[in-house]
């Protein structure tokens, strides 16, 4: 099992920059894959970007793709999100997530496929 811990949101205006962390504990980090998650208000929560046990495969959000980046640590048991041209759209709760993939190097874009998750850390991005 894992225990997933969000760190990094805040409030930046918009075109501004920010780097979620997500820091876990608990045994064999590099054998789960990774993902970000977020959710709006009065919406759905919707996949960000997804990173395998590696790092060497990574999956974003056409709507994050080319400003966000995903990347982890396995030494120190960390995944983080850097979020750049930041838009008031990308305002929500921010999700850390985690599949155990056993090694494996399949990534995933589906909430449902993950079975650990973080409180969520909010972000809020201001026009």
């Known amino acids: 099992q894992v225990q997933l811990v969000e760190s990094g949101g805040g409030l930046v205006q918009a075109g501004g920059s920010l780097r979620l962390s997500c820091a876990a504990s608990?045994?064999?980090?590099?054998?789960?894959?990774m993902g970000w998650f977020r959710q709006a208000p009065g919406k759905e929560r919707e996949f960000v970007a997804t990173?395998?046990?590696?790092?060497?495969?990574?999956i974003y959000a056409e709507s994050v793709k080319g400003r966000f980046t995903i990347s982890r640590d396995n030494a120190a048991s960390t995944v983080s999100l850097q979020m750049n041209s930041l838009k008031p759209e990308d305002t929500a709760v921010y999700y850390c997530?985690?599949?155990?993939?056993?090694?494996?190097?399949?990534?995933?874009?589906?909430?449902?496929?993950?079975?650990?998750w973080g409180q969520g850390t909010q972000v809020t991005v201001s026009s």
């Open positions: 990173i395998n046990w590696s790092g060497g495969t990574t």
């Open positions: 997530a985690a599949r155990s993939t056993f090694g494996g190097s399949t990534v995933y874009t589906a909430a449902l496929s993950y079975a650990y």
């Open positions: 608990g045994r064999t980090f590099s054998s789960y894959a």
